[in-house]
């Protein structure tokens, strides 16, 4: 065999194995999430693990169909390419069900205890605020429920306003270090946790398309003269 060809042949071979590893990776992976997700789906044990085998197995067909695919293909069974082809959407479905809700679940539940340690300011304007609309009636309307307005009145009615303010800005820093990303953005954090899922439940889904092609790499004849 020429050297060229060789070389050729080895790297061909070794791409195709980082793709099948990282498919294999990719769905052992998901199939983690899965589990996760069909765990959570139930109380009772029994029906806990009925679902997360569900979800595991529908997770490891997704990720054979596509490898099985090509065998049927190579051998003209036309009527098995189509029940596979069946097959495959039906366990695609599961997966991506059960990915986008192990994504959905875990991403808020990591914005919210972001957000639980910065409610501190959120606390400390929210009391500020009510001292000064406090002071504010009492010296507004200390006279039979009136309101007497005067240069101290409106001095104290400067101050709710100013306390209001810095209360809208604590909870906008909230926000921004709770999820800094979708603050970046400029969107709000329910889209952009639509986003990370909808990319996350995606490369779940390829697990099953980067083994056969890392297979088709590592073992189909090289085409190379």
């Known amino acids: 065999m020429p050297a060229p060809k060789r070389w050729y042949s080895f790297g ?32 009772d044990k029994t029906a806990a693990w009925t679902f997360a085998t569900l979800t595991v197995m529908a997770e490891v067909v997704a990720a054979v169909v596509p490898a099985a695919r090509r065998f049927y293909w190579h051998r003209r069974e036309w009527l098995s390419c189509l029940t596979i082809l069946v097959v495959l959407i039906i366990a695609l479905t599961v997966v991506a069900l059960a990915s986008s809700g192990f994504v959905i679940q875990n991403v808020s539940d990591a914005i919210m205890a972001r957000a639980d340690h910065t409610t501190a300011s959120v606390a ?22 009136s309101k007497a307005v005067g ?4 001095q104290r009615e400067d101050i709710v306003n100013e306390r209001q303010a810095a209360l809208d800005q604590a909870k906008a820093e909230v926000r921004l270090q709770a999820d800094p990303l979708a603050g ?23 697990a099953g398309l980067i083994i056969a092609l890392g297979y088709g790499l590592m073992f189909a004849k090289t085409g190379m003269r």
């Open 184 to 206: 970046s953005l400029h969107i709000s954090s329910r889209d952009l946790q639509t986003i990370k899922a909808s990319a996350m439940v995606v490369m779940c889904l390829a």
């Open 12 to 43: 061909r071979g070794l791409v195709g194995l980082v793709l099948f590893a990282a498919g294999v990776t990719i769905a052992v992976a998901s199939a983690t999430a899965n589990a996760w997700f069909g765990m959570s789906l139930a109380t």
């Open 151 to 154: 240069p101290i009145c409106r």
């Open 124 to 145: 400390i304007a929210e009391a500020a605020l009510a001292n000064a609309k406090g002071a504010r009636d009492r010296e507004c309307y200390r006279n039979g429920g």
